[in-house]
Every structure is written in structure tokens, then in C-alpha cells.
């Protein structure tokens, strides 16, 4: 078979040969309809293999080329062995049945033979590519040190982190179940997948994510999968949650965080999550804190990582809070390298979050930093007025519509969230107001307007200092 032969060349001729071994098998399930002889072993056989015709639609690795070649062979085999079974005579029936049943017998052997190296080629395929992304390393997890502190600076808690080597570590599935005693400590549950917390056999405690397969869309997932392994594998901030392993294996997929990094959620979790208490809901400078590390990670990202990245989807339910309720930034499935380009790259699909997505993006499909911008000016204003990005109701139905309006005509405090208490002093409300400008300025429609992160950065640097100058001054 040519086809066989050019399918080795890679990736695209391999998506030809897997539809061509798709339509092999929709031939089989027709022509076994008809079968009047061994009409048991062709319905088996039809059956059979209509179960893995969808899915070889989904292969795309050049690893598994050489054993779906062979398995097209082997179906060609056995079409032509179900359109014998449909012409023979009733003499010829007699006396070859128990011919014709071998030969079935042996068309499922060799059927058998090639469908357990394809999953197994694939593996290591995937091993490979992940093994280049993360380069495999013995060593055990090395713990971060403690962030620096300057005396006498109004934003001592947040100083630009020194650089903190981690090992990134493959786990097996096997031992993701030990760590996580089998998956007995459910942390939470979305969509996307389950986190579930853990302990290594050093003692330090991890929060695993276990993504969702969901069938059809598995390819994309995969893209996901590695987009975010290849982004975190090389990023260190201490504003970046921390990659401490990873799983992918057969099905699974999973990301192992370190859990002093997620213990106390998103901040969406405190800002939209009911009435319960902490730093982020009643304290405004808890927020801009939280804020300020966030933009400092994103600046990180835009400026100085290597290769310089786009997030994509900046949210509210992409900011974790650390044990100490620091923020660190997650969420890296959507992230893109940045191109050298000032008007934006183009990219295949819209990322993002509902509500915080930039219309010029959405509308031209062209990605840039500003698009990072526009999604934490929004995050900025859900940490002014403490409602969600967008609801089901009448016009304006998004936060942006709603309260960007209102901060530009300079009446922000009738938006204010109420649960900081006590009302703002006079600091505050200007370190607010200036919050509400840098937000209002993100906003901007045309990417070009908005300021760079760098800029968001500074302008939240001076509000903290607003406000740490108009606390009580302790007295010795």
C-alpha cells in the first residue's frame, strides 16, 4: 500500500493514514451486514472494530505510524475476508467454514497485535516531547527561600523575588495515588478537573490537579496540557504558583503544585464566594497587596521571562492566595509565547474567561500584552466593587459596562464594595480613586492606549504607600 509507506514522512500523512484506516473500517461494518457465511465471526469482528474507528481519527503522533500502517494491512485482510463470506455457495460453506473461521481468528490476533503498540509508541512519543520541554531530573524538590525584605519600603512585603531553582518531577499514576492517600482529599472541583491534596515522601504538602478527559476535545486538551507544562516548567516568581511535578500517563493528566501555594483558594473564591471571613474581604489593603503581586507576575511575564508570554487568561479564578495571602499567578493552559510584532499575533482560537476577554482581541483574533492588560483591569475593578464580571440580568450586564461609567464621571464610592471595614480614611479613598484610574486605563479600547503592565505595577506600588502612610504610627 503507497499510502503505507509515505505515512513515515510525519505528522499530517499520519491524520491521512488513520482516516484512511477509518473508512477500512466503516467498509467492514457494511459489508458484514450482508455476510452469509461465518455471519457470528464477521458480526464479531464488525463489532469490534467500529469501536476504535472513531479514535484513530484522533491520532496524530508520527510515533504510532509504522503499527497503523500495519494495521491498515491487517483490515484490508479483513474487509476482503467479510466479502468473501458474502459470495460463497452453499457447498463451499460446508465444506470451509471451519477454514474461514481461523482465518478470523487470526485476522483478531493481528488486529490484537498492532493496537497494543500504538498506545505504547504514543507514550513515549509524548514522554519525549515532554522530557525536552522539562528535562528529567533526579533530584528532589528544593523548598523556596525566604523572600527578601527591605526596611523602610512602603511595599517591603512584595520585593521583586530572587530567582529559586526547583526540580520539576515526572510522577507515575501509581505514585500520584500514594501521595494523595487514592485520591482521598478532594480540595475542589470544576470543569477542567479535581484538585486533590497530598504529601510527599519529604513532607511537603501538594495540591495535585487531575484534568478531565473529555473525548472529543482530547486533542485539545493535550495542547493545554503542554502549553501549561512548557510555560511553568521554566517560570519562577513568587507570584507564579509553583510547578512541583507532573503526570501523563495513558489518560491521565495531572499537575502537582506545591499546596502552601493554593491553601487559601482564588480570589474569586473570597470576593464572589459567600460570607465568610479573611484579609481579601475585609481589608482594602489586603486587596491592593493582592493586586500588586498579581501585576508584578503578569510584568514578569510580558518583560522579563524567557521567552517573553502572554497569559491569556487573567481572571479572578486564575490569582491563587498563599499561605501567607500573597498572590500568585496560575492558570497557564491558554498561554503563548510573544512574537516580535506591535500589532498582535494572530492565534487560532479565542482564549479566556467570559467577562474578561478584550473586544479587540475577540473581535480580530490578534493576542499582545494589552490583552493580558484589559483582563486585569477588570480583576481591578472586581476587587473595587466586589461583584462578578458579568451576570444575567438587563443591561449592562458586565462589570465593565456597569462600573466603568460610574469611576469616569468620579463618583467610584457609590461602587465601593461595603465589606472592608471601617469605611475608608481619607488615604485609602485616594489610594482607591487611584486604582480606579489604572483600571479605567486598562480598560481603554484600543490595546495601544492601555498602559504597560510595568506602568499598572507602579501606579499600584504608590497606592499601597497611600495607604500604608495613612495607618496609625506605632509609638516605642
Known amino acids: 500500500m503507497a499510502a503505507t ?106 488486529i490484537d497485535s498492532h493496537l497494543i503498540l500504538i498506545p505504547l509508541l504514543s507514550h513515549i512519543s509524548i514522554t519525549r516531547r515532554l522530557d525536552q520541554i522539562c528535562p528529567p531530573n533526579p533530584t528532589s524538590v528544593l523548598l523556596p527561600v525566604a523572600p527578601t525584605m527591605v526596611v523602610g519600603c512602603a511595599s517591603a ?105 493554593t491553601s487559601n483558594g482564588t480570589l474569586r473564591d473570597h470576593l464572589q464566594g459567600g460570607g465568610f471571613a479573611s484579609p481579601v474581604t475585609s481589608s482594602w489593603k489586603a486587596r491592593v497587596l493582592a493586586l500588586l503581586g498579581a501585576s508584578r507576575a503578569i510584568d514578569h511575564l510580558h518583560r522579563v521571562a524567557t521567552p517573553r508570554i502572554i ?61 493580558d492588560v484589559y483582563s486585569f483591569g477588570v480583576v481591578m475593578l472586581e476587587l473595587l466593587t466586589g461583584r462578578p464580571p458579568s451576570w444575567e440580568s438587563k443591561d449592562p450586564n458586565t462589570l465593565v459596562g456597569f462600573a466603568a461609567p460610574i469611576i469616569e464621571r468620579g463618583d467610584l464610592g457609590s461602587v465601593l464594595d461595603r465589606r472592608p471595614s471601617p469605611a475608608p480614611t481619607p488615604g485609602q479613598m485616594e489610594a482607591l480613586k487611584l486604582v480606579a484610574y489604572t483600571a479605567a486605563r486598562c480598560l481603554w479600547p484600543q490595546p495601544q492606549d492601555r498602559p504597560a503592565m510595568s506602568n499598572v505595577v507602579t501606579n499600584l506600588e504608590a497606592a499601597l504607600g497611600l495607604i500604608d502612610s495613612d495607618e496609625p504610627k506605632q509609638s516605642y
Open 311 to 371: 497569559h491569556r487568561n487573567v481572571s479572578s479564578s486564575s490569582i491563587l492566595l498563599d499561605e501567607s495571602w500573597a498572590a500568585r499567578v496560575s492558570g497557564f493552559s491558554a498561554a503563548v509565547l510573544q512574537e516580535p510584532t506591535t500589532d498582535g499575533q494572530l492565534v487560532g482560537e479565542v482564549a479566556g474567561t467570559l467577562g474578561y476577554i478584550d473586544p479587540e482581541y475577540h473581535r480580530t483574533r490578534r493576542v499582545s500584552p494589552a490583552s
Open 5 to 110: 509507506t509515505a505515512s513515515l514522512a510525519g505528522l499530517a500523512t499520519v491524520a491521512q493514514l488513520a482516516l484512511y484506516v477509518h473508512g477500512l473500517v466503516t467498509k467492514i461494518t457494511g459489508a458484514a451486514e450482508t455476510a452469509r457465511q461465518n455471519k457470528l465471526e464477521c458480526k464479531n469482528l464488525a463489532s469490534r472494530v467500529s469501536v476504535i474507528g472513531d479514535l484513530l481519527l484522533q491520532l496524530q503522533d508520527p510515533a504510532v505510524a509504522q503499527p497503523l500502517a500495519g494495521l491498515g494491512h491487517t483490515l484490508q485482510e479483513a474487509h476482503d475476508l467479510v466479502v468473501a463470506c458474502q459470495k460463497w455457495s452453499a457447498r463451499r460453506k460446508f465444506l470451509y467454514a471451519d477454514d474461514q473461521a481461523e482465518r478470523f481468528r487470526e485476522v483478531n490476533r493481528r
Open 157 to 261: 512585603q512584595l520585593q521583586e523575588p530572587a530567582m529559586v531553582q526547583y526540580a520539576t518531577v515526572e510522577f507515575a499514576s501509581a505514585e500520584i495515588a500514594v501521595l494523595t492517600g487514592n485520591f482521598g482529599h478532594v480540595l475542589s472541583e470544576d470543569v477542567s478537573g479535581t484538585v486533590y491534596k497530598g504529601r510527599l515522601h519529604d513532607g511537603l504538602e501538594v495540591a495535585v490537579k487531575s484534568l478531565k478527559n473529555h473525548g472529543q476535545q482530547r486533542h485539545e486538551q493535550e495542547g493545554a496540557f503542554v502549553a501549561e507544562l512548557e510555560t511553568l516548567c521554566h517560570l519562577r516568581h513568587d507570584h507564579v504558583v509553583h510547578l512541583v511535578g507532573w503526570c501523563a500517563e495513558d489518560d491521565d493528566r495531572m499537575f502537582v503544585y506545591q499546596y502552601q501555594h
